[in-house]
């Protein structure tokens, strides 16, 4: 079965960084779209980033451009995020998405 294991997340200052992981299984990884989202307290569910399935396409929400890069590597099966230039409204679970499939999460908190 498709399984999405996302990993670090943390407590940052403001301006700091974080790199999420997402390890995914149970199918053709090369394959796929794959995406990142986040969702605040009180708040919906928000697309953050998307690399295609080639890797050479992505696409970033507005508020994130130039401070966030997605990025995968198929042979590990990983879809990665790196998050420089951190502000307190990016504080969020970060979720890993194929389709209909969602990780567990992971939190990111961003406060001085």
């Known amino acids: 079965q498709v399984q999405l294991v996302e990993s670090g997340g943390g407590l940052v200052q403001p301006g700091g960084s974080l790199r999420l992981s997402c390890v995914a299984s149970?199918?053709?990884?090369?394959?796929?779209?794959m995406s990142w989202y986040r969702q605040a307290p009180g708040k919906e569910r928000e697309l953050v980033a998307r690399?295609?399935?080639?890797?050479?396409?992505?696409y970033y929400t507005d508020s994130v451009r130039g401070r966030f890069t997605i990025s995968r590597d198929n042979a590990r099966k990983t879809v990665y995020l790196q998050m420089n230039s951190l502000k307190p409204e990016d504080t969020a679970v970060y979720l890993c998405?194929?389709?209909?499939?969602w990780g567990q999460g992971t939190q990111v908190t961003v406060s001085s």
């Open positions: 998405n194929i389709a209909s499939y």
């Open positions: 149970g199918f053709t990884f090369a394959g796929y779209t």
């Open positions: 690399i295609f399935s080639a890797g050479s396409n992505t």
